[in-house]
C-alpha cells in the first residue's frame, strides 16, 4: 500500500485477496486509503458471508472494523506519476519495462520495481494457504483491477494439490486463470516448475510475438513442500523461507 505506484490520477488503489486451507477466500479491490489491504481480504474471509468487497464498500467495511485511512501517495511515487504525466503513455505491456530499467524509491526510500506480493504457506501441519496483494500497474485506468485480487487468477490453494501465485502484468495472468491453471496441471502430476512453466507457455501461445514484451511470473508450491517459479522474462526472483532460514532463487524463464 503505502508508496505503491498510483493509477493515471494519482490515486493508490489497492487489490489483495487471501485463501485457506479450507478454500475459504476473501478480497478487496480498488480499496483506497487503507495502508495493509490484505487485513482488509481477511476479515472478509472471516467476518462476512461474502468473498469480495469493491471500492467504497470495501473501503467502509474497513473503517467500521477499526481500520484508518491514510495518505498513501508519498513524496516519491507522487513525483513518479508526475514525471509520467509529462508523456502520459500508457501501455500495460511497456510499463514494466520503463519502471526496470528506472526503479522508484518508495516512502521508507526502498528501491522496487514492482508492487505485487504473493505469499505461499506450507504449515507444520501440511496445511497451504496464501495471500496476494498489489497497488496493481502502475499509471492504470482509474478502476482497473487485475489478477491480483482474484481467487483463480491472483492466487489459488487448493490443499489436496498445491498453492499459486502470480505476478506481472494481470490482464495476461486473468486471461488464462493463470494460478488456478498451475494447480489444475499439478493435478495432473506436474511438479511445481512443469505446471508454472506450461502456464507460461500458454500465454506465449496466446500472444506470440507480443509475449516477448510482457513480464509474468507464477509461484507454487505442493504439499510436499516442492516449491518452484516460471516466468516470461528474466529477472523474477522470489524467496523461500523455511525452518533452515531463508534463500530468494532466480526462477527459470521462457526467454
Ligand atoms: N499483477 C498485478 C496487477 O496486474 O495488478
Redesign the pocket.
Known amino acids: 500500500g503505502y508508496g505503491g505506484l498510483p493509477d493515471r490520477d494519482g490515486k493508490v488503489t489497492l ?1 489483495a485477496c487471501i485463501m485457506d486451507e479450507f478454500g475459504n477466500s476473501g478480497a478487496v479491490m480498488f480499496l483506497e486509503k487503507i495502508m495493509h489491504p490484505i487485513k482488509v481480504a481477511r476479515l472478509v474471509m472471516e467476518k462476512t458471508p461474502h468473498v469480495q468487497l469493491v471500492g467504497e464498500g470495501a473501503l467502509k467495511f474497513a473503517l467500521q472494523n477499526g481500520f484508518k485511512q491514510e495518505n498513501l501517495l508519498t513524496p516519491a511515487s507522487e513525483k513518479a506519476w508526475k514525471d509520467w504525466l509529462k508523456n502520459s503513455k500508457y501501455d500495460p505491456m511497456t510499463i514494466p519495462k520503463l519502471l526496470q530499467q528506472k526503479t522508484v524509491k518508495d516512502g521508507r526510500g526502498q528501491e522496487h520495481n514492482h ?2 506480493i504473493g505469499m505461499l504457506a506450507l504449515d507444520a501441519a501440511g496445511n497451504l494457504s496464501g495471500a496476494c496483494t ?1 497497488s ?2 502502475a499509471f ?1 485506468m482509474h478502476g482497473r ?4 485480487p482474484i481467487i483463480g487468477a ?1 492466487l489459488f490453494v487448493d490443499n489436496e494439490v498445491g498453492a499459486a501465485t ?6 495476461e ?1 486473468v486471461c488464462i486463470c493463470g494460478s488456478h491453471t498451475v494447480i489444475e496441471l499439478m493435478r495432473q502430476g506436474l511438479s511445481p516448475e512443469e505446471a508454472c512453466k506450461k502456464t507460461c507457455e500458454r500465454i506465449v501461445h496466446k500472444r506470440g510475438e507480443k509475449a516477448k514484451e510482457l513480464q509474468v511470473g507464477f509461484i507454487a508450491v505442493d504439499r510436499s513442500g516442492n516449491f518452484s517459479g516460471y516466468a516470461l522474462q528474466k529477472g523474477f526472483t522470489y524467496a523461500v523461507q523455511t525452518a533452515e532460514g531463508s534463500k530468494v532463487y532466480d526462477a527459470k524463464s521462457i526467454f
Open positions: 487489490d508492487d505485487t498489489t496493481g500497474m492504470k483491477v487485475g489478477d491480483s491472483g502470480s505476478t506481472g502484468v494481470g490482464e495472468v
